[in-house]
């Protein structure tokens, strides 16, 4: 039974967590034969609480003193760093590449950056034009060329 509970509660995802179970006692080698139930209850308050929140982003920061507008932008520039980071790694393929003289490793940061920049540039041109289309795309079909 408790397998089987588990396994529920595993499917059931972060919803498992909204339903109360009390299980009953374990029990001994005499009573082997009778049958074990179990209860369950669905938590309301904390219902309630999850449909409240439902659809809205919560973020948390040590910024105590700063406009909440102002922390949504932080985190929206947060966003675009670590989409660019991605792009760097993935759609380029740029990797730490271990120079020994700092003219190259500057070399190799302008390369990457003006990589970045064209990917850039062809991501606010496809925009308009196609808009499903996506930068990797592009690429794929020109590496096919």
């Known amino acids: 039974m408790l397998l089987k509970l588990g396994a529920a509660q595993q499917a059931a995802g972060r919803a498992a967590s909204l339903v109360q179970l009390a299980l009953p006692p374990q029990p001994t080698t005499t009573e082997r034969q009778r049958r074990v139930d179990f209860t369950f209850t669905l938590d309301t ?3 309630r609480q999850v449909r409240r929140r439902e659809g809205r982003y919560l973020l948390r920061s040590n910024l105590t003193a700063t406009d909440p507008a102002e922390l949504w932008a ?3 520039h947060l ?3 670590e989409a660019a980071f991605k792009t760097l790694k993935e759609d380029l393929a740029v990797r730490p590449i271990y ?4 003219d190259r490793i500057e070399a190799h940061v302008f390369v990457a950056f003006l990589a970045y920049c064209v990917h850039v540039t062809l ?3 496809l925009r308009p034009h196609t808009p499903g289309l996506t930068v990797r795309q592009v690429l794929d079909t020109f590496a096919a060329m």
């Open 79 to 81: 966003v675009e760093i």
């Open 74 to 76: 932080f985190y929206l």
């Open 45 to 47: 308050a904390k219902l």
């Open 99 to 102: 120079h020994q003289r700092p």
């Open 123 to 125: 991501k606010a041109q």
